[in-house]
């Protein structure tokens, strides 16, 4: 008889994973280098070390060494809201009626809301271990910038956080989250840094961008002493982090002996995509085993679907090393949309060379149709997903409508990677009928993609 | 060896007790019973029909049956978020260096935010079986109208929520949490009623009461065919509902042969207190166990430390049957308190027996030393709390800390009834040092006592 699978698969405390995977051991092309933007040349561990923490530098750099063991302290930290549960979406088969079998992984229980603590616990670790005084971080819809908050008091560190204007302005309980984890917290562009002035100079009203605040967030970390600056997503330590994520759902699944048709996960900067498919990609990789892996991004902000693949400015002030990826170019504003996590105009060099690669696929999801899986998730499932999420749960719902249609009982296994009590400004838009699907044009696209520096 | 406690104890699934516990079958003292507010006499099951679903009218008259089945499509749903977790608070121990054990049981893990799910299906479950089109409700903070909505939405029933005015305004995004479940949302005083047209023409700014809101939901109900009303707390049916908290909590102390010196929860109408402790209470009453059991009011509206136990109004427009209980008067109106479900002027029947009984105690907290502690709970637990839940937490602390002076290893378990994300603008003002601890005087509360109607 076949096991029954319960609602929620919770392993037990010791089965939490004690090591990260490196997924970039398993690559034959290895993501391409950061380049320093004077020189054009591969960045030294050296030259990294004013920016980042020295052990976080060493993870960013390491192409080679597939298993990494998590300190003890971060795995202490992990066992107050870890493992998270693999959920069986028995509600939402039934409301589909499909034959698919469909499960998420479910990161929103925590206070920050989503997966972000995963990688900021080991950020705030390695800087406290490192001696240091603070950190310095951007944040855009705020989750980022909650894990933060709570991973340096978890350490007694300070923690400076620029949060992008709109933001700063619509989430006022964000922001209140972080104080009480007593962060400070200032809107961008500010007055605070040169970047931010020249900024506001040129663009009196602007109400920011992610670009932007990066931009401030580096210049105070390496212009004050004791400080470093850390960031929630794109880099190579942070999939390395988060791939606690894959970790524990594949231990989960493994467990019931199942074996998943596709993984699908939303794609911002890739933190939460590149940790959830990790070991998943690593049996593909090696040749192991074969998985559809789908990353889904806004239609509004499309850098894998509609993105060129080139060395692009990581921020607006293009104060940061260049990286490789799928970018629309660092000067795309992405107009009106909700889903704040998934406005970066790049991607993570690790995601971008394995799509470049055709190890994965891409969809780009308008956002009146995110909004409306949210909503039937929310009824059936019980859980208010964030906007982020939501596009994932998209794309899940309609590959189990496609095995409706055929009669095929594949598994699906999507990411939701957070709750959206936050962004209930977005939900409200939605109900009223005043959200609007923005879909950039291919001049807009081009013009953005035409100012790429020119390199590589 | 002892048996290394988890972080967090989960339960199984086919743990999940299938009965829910009647605490009044083993009390010898019963529950003073509801009496018709014109006659004086007790209500028989007939009169209560037009205002509750008959199933739950039997459920709140019977006094006798230990334990009551969970039908099965309750049971369904309670898989979607239960078993919660009993959470070994090590990380607070830590902070606050005490020999103490404290646990406490986490029922926030679900959109509604709190326990309140746990009879808002099972009401909704009932209103659905006898054939029912909608129900009517008030709310105060929010959390059980949340709850219902979702309830109504699994079992497609119309759900009208009367919400209490101030919160409607303060918290935009719980009334959008609502419309996410498809209720509609009025806030009161509305004009929809007799009771609130007569109440703003009495008091035109007022901002409203839970008092009153009751009064519109039960007018709508019972001139509304098809319509029942349906409460979140006080009533006996709740807390029968609630025993599931209890008794998941004493299964998993169980599972580790843990027996609790204490047992501490927030009380304003009684919904998580009496849940929580039911299993606990029995024992005491059947003389196989002893425990302390405390309640923990906001010393703002100290119903049971500074309340008289009489028959009084639920309501403030006296739609209602009188009930005994300790109250302050249904003409109570607490000042400025953020802890919005803490605000009832009354107490649960059954609970205010078992005070009257000495089968409990009661403290009431000052706000600010609330959110003292709610800070720190957040800091070290990872957990942002609910105002309400709060209270029960500063009692953990403070029991925590003379276990530190007299050096005792005393087992604290506490109810965590909920997380406060709906809840930063009260988080604000204690952090902005506007919030005030108000503490009505004698005069007040000896003035609306004295409104008490003349009856037992």
Redesign the interface.
């Known amino acids: 008889m076949e096991q029954k699978i319960?609602?929620?698969i919770?392993l037990?405390?010791n089965e939490i994973p004690t090591q990260w995977y490196n997924l970039r051991a398993d690559m034959k092309n290895k993501p391409a280098p950061l380049l320093n933007p004077g020189t054009g040349e591969p960045m030294k561990a050296e030259e990294l070390y004013g920016v980042f923490c020295e052990e976080l530098v060493k993870q960013e750099l390491d192409n080679d060494t597939p298993y990494i063991d998590i300190p003890g302290e971060i795995l202490d930290f992990y066992?107050?809201?870890r493992p998270s549960p693999l959920v069986r979406a028995y509600?939402l088969e039934k409301a589909l009626d499909t034959p698919a079998k469909i499960y998420y992984k479910f990161e929103g229980?925590?206070?920050s809301?989503s997966h972000k603590l995963n990688s900021s616990i080991a950020q705030a670790y390695y800087a406290k271990k490192q001696g240091l005084k603070g950190v310095t971080t951007e944040t855009g819809a705020g989750q980022w910038g909650t894990a933060l908050s709570?991973a340096c008091?978890?350490f007694g560190l300070d923690c400076k956080v620029f949060m992008v204007k709109v933001s700063y302005e619509q989430k006022?309980?964000r922001r209140?989250?972080m104080?009480?984890?007593?962060a400070s917290v200032t809107p961008s562009p500010s007055d605070k840094t040169n970047i931010g002035r020249k900024i506001l100079e040129e663009f009196p009203g602007t109400t920011g961008s992610l670009g932007c605040a990066i931009s401030e967030a580096v210049e105070v970390a390496t212009s004050t002493p004791g400080y470093r600056y850390v960031l929630g997503s794109v880099l190579n330590q942070v999939l390395l982090h988060q791939s606690i994520i894959g970790l524990e759902t594949k231990t989960a699944l493994d467990k019931y002996g199942i074996k998943p048709d596709m993984i699908i996960g939303c794609a911002g900067g890739g933190s939460n995509l590149g940790g959830l498919i990790a070991p998943f990609m690593g049996e593909k990789l090696r040749g192991e085993a074969d998985y559809r892996i789908i990353a889904v991004e806004p239609a509004s902000c499309p850098s894998f679907t509609r993105g060129t693949y080139a060395y692009d400015f990581c921020d607006t002030g293009k104060v940061c090393p260049l990286a490789k990826m799928y970018t629309l170019g660092s000067g795309f504003i992405p107009s009106p949309n909700h889903a704040g996590g998934l406005r970066y105009h790049g991607m993570s060099s690790i995601l971008s060379q394995l799509y470049d690669d055709k190890y994965m696929e891409a969809v780009s999801v308008p956002q009146r149709r995110v909004f409306e899986a949210a909503?039937l998730f929310?009824?059936?499932?019980?859980?208010?997903p964030a906007p982020e999420s939501s596009h994932a749960i998209r794309v899940a719902i309609d590959e189990a409508l496609k095995c409706k249609e055929t009669g095929e009982d594949k598994t699906i296994v999507f990411g939701l990677t957070g709750?959206g009590?936050?962004d209930?400004?977005a939900?409200?838009n939605y109900?009223d009928g005043t959200m609007e699907d923005y879909i950039p044009t291919d001049e807009e696209i081009q013009k953005s993609i035409s100012t790429l520096p020119q390199i590589g």
């Open positions: 319960p609602y929620k919770y037990n405390e066992k107050m809201y509600f229980n925590n206070t809301g709570m008091s978890y006022p309980f209140e989250v104080r009480t984890y007593g909503e929310a009824r059936v499932e019980g859980i208010l709750t009590y936050f209930m400004v939900y409200e109900h």
